[in-house]
């Protein structure tokens, strides 16, 4: 079996056995091409009650099946198959030839000889193929003009509307269209897969009551680097799954009708959930605990989209996870996102220090604020600017920043919120991107030095070597003007991720703390 179906056809979908009928409507198909003479006298709905999942068997009966063809290999997110389907269901065809479009396109009816062929299922997946390999796999169709005959050429059966929650097993191998679907704001910043290395990749799909659906796209697909879009609407293709995860074929972009609006409701975390903001200590916030690509959501802090639906993400790079915002991309003309933390109870009087980087400048999009009587919205609160420092035009990419020490004593017995605040736009050019790591609140001078300023220690080896992207000079001590600290070793470093006494520092990247001869 070619590996490219090992890896990428089988996973697409899987097939149950049922017999209930698929109500479809299948117009008649204007007349292209001959009528072969030939009579059905099975349905698919039969042929799968025939298979047993987990065996493989050599169909006896002398049937035939009419079906239309639902989805081809034309884009590629197919190969060597393509999915045929009837009154009562659908089932995927595997031939040994590339291109099958040419000769089974959508609309074109078939007919199959099914005696001789075999029934076979890949993690539950019912598929139809041509023999048993050496090693006990479904092996494609080779003789072709044996078992397959081409009939008129029309129009695909008219998809079967449903929302995602409507889906069932039944419906696996057939044409149809989910409505009122987004894909999650964290999967709107990526493609449908990757064209370079080849990768195929699943996306997260959700309709307005939360319910989510895997698309499944093959790196071979012809749109497979398109920017997955970021609206609403409907989407149509061939249902599938594997093991017990329903999933979606896009056939091609004419399936996707998703630029209308997305649903309705906030856009991130909603922070007034079941109560007021919440009133914090103080503040220490690394996003170490977020998750590449998902949006920020973390207790307390209010991450939403003013214009455009776009919110700030957590991004990973080289074991370092931030928060980001960036317009780059984006189908929408603005972009106004707030990250706010907590509200903060100033007891005493505090420092605020962070660091920020930018990329692909082309504009200052990001402003650090404070409010005293931010609530929920941050359009009804008054916000004042801070004196930090930000990445601008003229610092490295990629480099963060320290802000400096920003004076809050000034705001001691109030409560205040951080507000850190993007504007840009695909419609103006505006798509630069701005990061946001490390927002404390202390005592000022970043970190307490523990160790009374004693000389970083020499360890023997480090498990794992972190490129430094930050520091320009390499700190001597544990700790100094800037943050975080740095152990050396052999002419490496190493970032601190905690320091529980002065002789146990916890080192990122090990899996255990890592103990120091002081």
């Known amino acids: 079996m070619n590996n490219l179906i090992k890896f990428f056809l089988p996973t697409l979908f899987l097939g149950l056995v049922f017999s209930a009928c698929i109500k479809e409507d299948f117009d008649q198909p204007p007349v292209d091409g001959t009528d072969p003479g030939l009579t059905a006298n099975a349905t698919i709905a039969q042929l799968k009650a025939l298979h047993s999942l987990g065996e493989l068997e050599t169909i006896s009966e002398d049937w035939i099946i009419k079906a239309t063809v639902v989805a081809d290999d034309a884009s590629g997110n197919l190969y060597q198959a393509f999915v045929i389907q009837d009154e009562t269901g659908g089932i995927m065809v595997k031939i040994e030839t590339a291109d099958s479009y040419t000769l089974y396109p959508v609309g074109r009816e078939v007919y199959v000889k099914c005696k001789g062929l075999v029934l076979g299922d890949y993690e539950n997946l019912i598929q139809l193929g041509g023999f048993v390999t050496d090693d006990g796999q479904l092996g494609n169709i080779i003789k072709i003009s044996d078992h397959l005959v081409r009939g008129k050429k029309g129009t695909p059966p008219v998809p079967n509307v449903k929302k995602i929650s409507e889906l069932t097993f039944d419906d696996v191998n057939t044409l149809v269209t989910v409505t009122d679907v987004q894909f999650v704001l964290a999967d709107t910043f990526r493609t449908y897969a990757d064209p370079v290395t080849r990768t195929t990749y699943n996306r997260n799909l959700e309709d307005c009551d939360g319910v989510g659906l895997l698309v499944r796209t093959s790196g071979y697909a012809s749109f497979a680097g398109v920017s997955l879009p970021d609206g609403g609407g409907t989407l149509t293709g061939i249902l599938g799954i594997f093991r017990d995860d329903l999933q979606f074929l896009v056939r091609d972009l004419n399936d996707v009708n998703m630029s209308g609006e997305r649903c309705s409701g906030p856009v991130g975390p909603d922070p007034c959930a079941g109560g007021p903001v919440p009133i914090v200590a103080g503040v220490d916030e690394d996003f170490d605990a977020l998750i590449d690509y998902d949006p920020v959501t973390l207790n307390g802090w209010t991450n ?215």
């Open 304 to 518: 939403i989209a003013l214009q455009g639906t776009r919110v700030w993400q957590a991004r990973e790079f080289s074991g370092n996870v931030y928060a980001q915002a960036t317009a780059y991309n984006d189908s929408s003309p603005t972009m106004d996102t707030w990250l706010i933390s907590p509200r903060i109870d100033l007891t005493t009087p505090l420092v605020l220090t962070f660091e920020t980087a930018k990329s692909f400048y082309t504009h200052d999009g990001l402003t650090v604020w404070y409010s005293t009587d931010f609530e929920c919205d941050p359009t009804a609160a008054t916000w004042v600017p801070l004196p930090a420092t930000i990445a601008k035009q003229s610092d490295p990419d990629n480099a963060f920043i320290p802000s400096g020490d920003v004076d809050l004593s000034a705001l001691v017995g109030q409560k205040v919120a951080i507000g850190f605040h993007y504007v840009g736009g695909s419609g103006s050019g505006q798509t630069g991107t701005f990061r946001v790591d490390n927002i404390k609140l202390g005592m000022g001078g970043g970190n307490p030095d523990p160790c009374n300023g004693v000389t970083a220690p020499t360890v023997g080896f480090l498990m794992r070597i972190l490129r430094v992207e930050r520091p320009t000079t390499l700190l001597s001590k544990l700790a100094g003007p800037t943050s975080p600290w740095w152990v050396q070793s052999n002419g490496f470093i190493g970032i601190l991720v905690e320091i529980r006494s002065c002789k146990l520092l916890h080192i990122k990247a090990l899996k255990q703390p890592w103990r120091l001869g002081l």
